[in-house]
Structures are given as C-alpha cells and as structure tokens.
C-alpha cells in the first residue's frame, strides 16, 4: 500500500493556484523531492544533503518585496502549533524546521509554517502587495 503524503497534496495544490494567479512570480517548489527513487538514488540523494539542508523550507518565492529578498513556506498536514496558536510543537523535526527559518529570517527572507492552500495563498498575496506576512 502507498503511504499518503498529505503535505505533498498541498503543497502540488499551491504550485498550481500560484501559476494561475502570479503567472509572472517565480516559485520553487521541492515536489520533486518526492518522486520515488530507487535504494541507490536515495542513498546518493542522501549523501548530498546536510544537516541544514534537510530542515530547508518547501517552496521559495523569488520575489523580493518590502524588506525581504524572498518568501520560503514550509508546508506541514496540520498546524505545528499547539492548542494557544503560537507555541510551536516540541518535534525535533519542526524545531529544526523553525531554526533554518530563523536562519533565513536573519538573512532578510520571510519565512512562514503553512498546513493549508489556502492559507500559503493568502500569505503569499499580503507579502506581495506589502511586503509583510
């Protein structure tokens, strides 16, 4: 049986409704991180990332606006939150998911947790036209 990647779902939805949308803003998407590979390429694929690189955020938005030079978005299944909205949940995973993002924030990149299309799409649309998020 296949395992289910909802956060692939979401993040595949996105890419699209940005193309409909922004035609002309450039995004990055990792969806092609999840195309099956075999034992060997995963092995290989695994020996070029980094300990940084594995936390790295889903999609970029190449667009600078306001103060900074960009938007990442880190897709998640659910918010990573917990029950207050903004203490962020104590997975390992997400915790280092949240320090590369800090690591971009310092750079001048916004970065931003989103778990659902149209959330990411809203986010993206203030950045735009503001250059907040």
Not at 67 to 78: C, P
Not at 112 to 127: D, K, M, N, P, S
């Amino acid at each position: 049986m296949k395992k289910q990647n909802p956060e692939y779902g979401i993040q595949c939805a996105f890419v699209q409704e940005m193309a409909y949308r922004y035609p002309l803003v450039m995004v990055f998407s990792d969806t092609a991180a999840h195309i099956k590979k075999t034992m060997i390429q995963q092995i290989r694929a695994n020996k070029l990332q980094s300990e940084i690189s594995r936390d790295w955020p889903d999609t970029f938005i190449a667009q600078p606006s306001g103060d900074y030079a960009g938007l990442f978005l880190e897709f998640k299944a659910k918010t990573p939150y917990l029950k207050d909205g903004v203490t962020l949940s104590a997975d390992k995973h997400i915790q280092a998911q949240e320090a590369c993002m800090q690591r971009l924030r310092e750079r001048g990149y916004a970065a931003r947790f989103v778990w659902t299309v149209e959330q990411a799409i809203l986010i993206v649309g203030q950045y735009l036209r503001t250059g907040t998020y």
